[in-house]
């Protein structure tokens, strides 16, 4: 089912006298998300993906704007009438019911021709719980779970009826690190399975990046930027989209433009055709520097950092907003560790011109 | 190890010495007391061991008119408190403003005075040369003869102790409620919406689970609390319980110990030993119970 936010906001009193206004916590969202995708919403802490999410599960009710499930108007529906399955960030189980009970719930509210008898739940039950990989632990309480099964019973419940739509809160943040890269493949494996239309909030960009068809860049209640995980690493419409996604993080320099060439720190390092005479912000993603003794770029040289696949080069250069730069370079490259500086050429496609007030992408002809 | 062990042991002993002096000690005298027939207080000797005790007492029409009061009062006011209480939480932890000023006015009565509680169900509910009393007035007005609640018939007077009761204990409970319920955490209440759940539902299906740790704590003291009561009937009627019908099984107790007719400990500790295997029972019958339908998180 294909999902359409049309000019959404969603504004809550300011709980603050001193401040005037209202706090506004999604700032007129327009989003169509198509049908059966696994939809990342991505953004730092307090940047309204969570208030975008109740929003489209009907626990709140944006103060302007539509939402539209396929072509129906479900704006001023009631979570109930939606058909959409949450799962929450703590998994809200209800620790009182067996995780057949549990998954169980949702259809036990099910109302007139809908009406299922006991066995019937049982048997769809145990089909999601088999689905998500739980058919054995049926009888347990929650609290004889471990975090990663846990987080599957709260998906098996969200799925069982059938949800149009499928939102997960922060899925993988109660996980430790390497149950959470494998239940982010298991959230793909599922979501591929039922081809239900999916959307997860994380802040993590790697969790975001590795899993989503679409990733949704917020920011302040605003969405920066849509697309593939790849094209918005590529291609950043803002120096927040680049800062924010990729690790080690883009590295920001303070720069200038003349002549169509970029300067850092008063030298020369890179060409770049059709951009005007300007200060700017140059971004550099790790992977940007290549070792080359006669390099345009000059960095003070820290340590070398050997990690396998491939080597990470640490450096300073003075004009960096970051105390360290990170360049990553094949692990065949060599480093003269014992002079004081080193050299690279940078990588046309992995440097980003910002305009230095408003952050907004310039772009490099050719 | 040994060393260890005479250690634990060490810490032990100022509590174990106050509980053996004072609790376990009296415990093993009253159950002899309640065994020995013909006690006499003063040379402390008896006459043989038997159930004439318990036998006397149970056939005492004033310990019977104390067991049937007592009964009364513990299921008319436990389930009925414990209600009403349910009922004061749910609506208070609704309500956003004036939340605190509410639960102030219904903890009002835990901090008061239990006879001077008893004095204003006086002016509510005595008749006097100069009055009716309040709860009459309400009474005639609606077109009602007036009733003698605190010294006339047997059922306005038990109507006044199960209210009155009821009352005390009511901010214990609503206190607990309240607090059990802004435990539950918000998640529950948006994931049993999201999934359909109707109100009652919700209220059925996860509130009352939620909370039933709580509940089931306010039932099992309150039946135990209940079958101690003693002083609220003191507070309404006065000493003389057994003249107004309205002795309980401990005001039994008492004047059986020091009352007007006192001076027999060994009826009074038979007594006490009933009391004591009702409480037992019963609360055997609320755990077995509670095993079934209190969930511990």
Redesign the interface.
Same mark, same amino acid.
């Not at chain 1, 009631?78 to 009438?81: A, D, N, Q, R, S």
């Not at chain 2, 948006?190 to 109707?198: E, L, M, P, W, Y």
């Given at each position: 089912m294909k999902v359409t936010l049309q000019n959404l906001t969603k504004k809550f009193p300011n709980r603050n006298k001193k401040v005037k206004g209202d706090v506004i916590a999604v700032d007129d969202v327009s989003l169509e998300i198509p049908d059966g995708t696994l939809v990342g919403l991505l953004g730092p802490s307090g940047c309204g993906k969570s208030t975008t999410l109740n929003l489209l599960?009907?626990?709140l009710q944006p103060t302007e704007g539509k939402i539209f499930f396929g072509d129906d108007d479900v704006t001023r529906l009631?979570?109930?009438?939606r058909g959409?399955?949450?799962v929450?960030?703590?998994y809200?189980l209800?620790?009182?019911r067996t995780v057949m009970g549990n998954i169980c719930?949702?259809l036990?509210?099910?109302k007139g021709e809908q009406k299922l008898t006991k066995q019937q739940m049982q048997e769809k039950a145990l089909e999601v719980a088999k689905l998500v990989q739980i058919d054995g632990l049926m009888e347990r309480k929650p609290?004889e779970l471990s975090g990663g099964q846990q987080q599957r019973v709260a998906i098996a419940?969200a799925l069982v009826?059938m949800p149009r739509l499928l939102l997960l809160d922060e899925p993988l943040s109660n996980l430790d690190a390497r149950l959470r890269l494998q239940t982010r493949e298991e959230i793909r494996r599922i979501q591929r399975s039922t081809g239900i239309t999916t959307i997860f909030v994380t802040h993590d960009q790697e969790e975001a990046m590795s899993i989503s068809d679409l990733i949704i860049v917020m920011k302040d209640g605003a969405i920066h930027q849509v697309g593939k995980p790849q094209e918005i690493y590529d291609d950043p419409i803002d120096l927040f989209v680049a800062t924010f996604l990729g690790t080690p993080p883009i590295h920001v320099f303070d720069a200038n433009v003349k002549g169509e060439k970029l300067y850092i720190g008063g030298k020369a390092v890179l060409d770049v055709p059709g951009v005007a005479d300007q200060d700017i912000t140059a971004a550099i993603r790790p992977e940007g520097f290549e070792l080359d003794e006669n390099g345009a770029f000059e960095a003070e040289l820290d340590r070398v950092e050997v990690m396998g696949r491939d080597v990470s080069v640490v450096c300073r250069h003075e004009n960096c907003q970051a105390d360290a730069i990170r360049a990553i370079i094949p692990s065949d490259a060599q480093v003269d560790t014992a002079k004081a500086t080193v050299r690279f050429d940078l990588k046309p496609g992995k440097v980003y011109l910002f305009h230095k007030e408003t952050g907004k992408r310039i772009r490099v002809e050719g | 190890m040994e060393n260890q062990n005479r250690k634990g042991w060490l810490y032990l002993l100022p509590a174990a010495l106050f509980l053996g002096v004072f609790l376990v000690y009296p415990l093993i005298d009253v159950l002899i007391y309640s065994f020995e027939e013909n006690f006499n207080f003063a040379s402390q000797e008896g006459t043989g061991v038997g159930l004439y005790n318990f036998s006397y007492v149970l056939h005492d029409p004033y310990f019977l008119q104390a067991v049937k009061n007592t009964f009364i009062l513990v299921f008319i006011t436990v389930p009925l408190s414990t209600g009403i209480a349910l009922l004061i939480s749910l609506g208070l932890s609704s309500i956003k403003k004036l939340r605190n000023a509410f639960q102030t006015i219904y903890f009002l009565p835990y901090v008061t005075n239990t006879l001077a509680v008893g004095l204003v169900f006086m002016i509510l509910f005595k008749k006097t040369p100069y009055t009716d009393g309040f709860a009459n007035q309400i009474i005639n007005f609606f077109g009602g003869s007036s009733v003698d609640f605190i010294d006339g018939p047997y059922w306005a007077k038990m109507f006044v102790l199960c209210f009155y009761t009821v009352w005390v204990v009511m901010p214990f409970k609503v206190l607990i409620l309240t607090s059990a319920l802004a435990s539950v955490?918000d998640?529950?209440y948006?994931?049993?919406?999201?999934?359909?759940?109707?109100r009652s539902?919700i209220f059925f299906?996860?509130t009352l689970?939620?909370i =039933?740790p709580s509940l089931f704590y306010l039932v099992i003291t309150g039946f135990i609390g209940a079958f101690k009561a003693y002083s609220d009937a003191v507070a309404l009627f006065g000493t003389n319980l057994n003249v107004a019908e309205m002795n309980t099984i401990v005001g039994y107790v008492y004047d059986m110990l020091y009352g007007d007719s006192g001076g027999y400990p060994s009826y009074a500790s038979a007594a006490a030993i009933i009391l004591f295997t009702i409480v037992l029972t019963i609360t055997c019958i609320n755990l077995l119970v509670s095993k079934k339908h209190v969930?511990y =998180?």
């Open positions: 599960s009907g626990l009631p979570p109930e009438h959409v399955g949450l929450f960030q703590n809200a209800y620790p009182h719930f949702p036990e509210n099910l609290n419940r009826k | 955490n998640t529950y948006q994931a049993a919406r999201v999934d359909g759940t109707s539902g299906k996860v689970p939620m =039933s969930h =998180s």
